[in-house]
């Protein structure tokens, strides 16, 4: 099977490292290229089998509008290399994650009969405007696969037949994936993610400082990760009595290594797709808090034996769930012993395959 995937680029997010643990499992049997509009740059490891080529476009991200200005003036470009890629690798199915490539790959491919198109929702659709709420929906239509990520955005998009979707999760890279570690006296407080708006790290720290209190004089709290609020973050911490128990560390390509020691993991978003990390956090054994954002991959993988979920923007419920997890011990020994068993429902060869026997029924289905 010959498998495209196109992306705007594979930069360290969560949709670039689902496309890295996918290409580099595939590979070993099919035949993978991966292209991306920006760069042929990646930042996860590839294995050097699967193709990467990439456009090489300038983007300034320096604020929505310049990144939108820049996509406009390289828009029919991209569609051309787009077209190119499939002229030249002859794919069986174009896989296409996140908007600004699903606009673009569904206008390279609609007059493709011989590629099947494959979309994906990536993330909380609720989130975006009404105008492109109507245009992804109708670009979505004419796919001829749809991957959902969780059973509520597979209800949510009624305008495409039930027998083009279907349900995927995310996946663990059993590769990177450190074993866990169980360490009592430590009793950080760690979150992990990109300092921007929806992430809401002000409301990570808000609970925090409530708490901190009620917790073992020890606990801190950890942030890693980087991104175009790291200063006012770090200012709101600053004029903080407790600022000292509060760390901003940056980004880490070995993050989990440098988490799984923990005693507490908090997803603090206003919405997701499906977080890699909090499913990451539960794998390395840590007991998880997490806001219940729309498209319900929370409340699938937070039970009461494993975590604690919190409404969204929440800061009494979550300062209220940080101080009953960190004072007992017993509940985060079962908790830790619980979140493991993620490793086994969501490996990478699981569902990969799933990805690939979704393909060859859909193959079959066109012969």
């Known amino acids: 099977m010959r498998i495209m995937f196109v992306i705007p680029s594979m930069a360290g997010g969560g949709a670039e490292r689902v496309a890295a643990n996918l290409c580099n499992y595939w590979c070993s049997e099919n035949d993978v290229r991966i292209v991306s509009i920006v760069s042929d740059k990646s930042f996860y490891d590839l294995d050097r089998r699967v193709e990467h080529c990439g456009q090489n476009l300038m983007i300034n991200r320096k604020n929505s509008f310049s990144t939108l200005r820049c996509y406009i003036k390289y ?45 994906s929702e990536r993330n909380d659709p609720t989130r975006r405007n009404k105008v492109k709420q109507i245009i992804l929906k109708n670009i979505y ?36 994936l450190p074993k866990p570690e169980l360490n009592e006296n430590n009793h950080n407080i760690v979150s992990v993610g990109r300092l ?14 409530m708490s901190v209190d009620k917790l073992p004089e020890d606990s801190k709290l950890v942030i890693y990760g980087d991104g175009p609020l790291k200063e ?32 507490l993991f908090v997803l603090s978003s206003d919405y997701e797709g499906f977080p890699n990390v909090l499913l990451e956090a539960m794998a390395v054994g840590l007991p998880v808090i997490s806001t219940d954002f729309y498209t319900g991959v929370a ?5 009461k034996r494993n975590g604690i979920l919190v409404p969204v923007g929440d800061a009494n419920a979550m300062s209220n769930a940080i101080v009953k997890i960190m004072n007992s011990d017993g509940e985060r020994k079962k908790m830790r012993r619980n ?22 029924r859909l193959m079959d289905k066109e012969r």
């Open 75 to 119: 828009f029919s470009k991209s569609i051309k290399f787009i077209k190119k890629n499939i002229n030249e690798f002859k794919p069986n199915c174009v896989i296409s994650f996140l908007v600004e490539t699903d606009i673009l790959t569904y206008l390279a491919a609609k007059r493709n009969k011989d590629v099947l198109r494959v979309f």
């Open 141 to 176: 239509k004419t796919s001829d696969m749809f991957v959902c990520q969780s059973k509520k955005i597979f209800d949510y998009y009624s305008c495409i037949p039930a027998d083009k979707k279907v349900i995927i999760p995310n996946m663990l890279d059993d590769v990177v």
């Open 196 to 209: 921007f708006e929806q992430k809401n790290f002000k409301l990570l720290v808000k609970s925090f400082l």
């Open 232 to 263: 006012e973050l770090q200012t709101m911490i600053d004029g903080e009595k407790k600022r000292n128990r509060i760390e901003l560390v940056g980004a880490s390509k070995n993050v989990l290594d440098m988490i799984k020691s923990s005693a």
């Open 299 to 303: 409340k699938e993988l937070i039970k």
């Open 339 to 360: 979140n493991i068993s993620v490793r086994d429902r969501y490996n990478v060869k699981m569902i990969g395959d799933l990805w690939l026997t979704n393909f060859s």
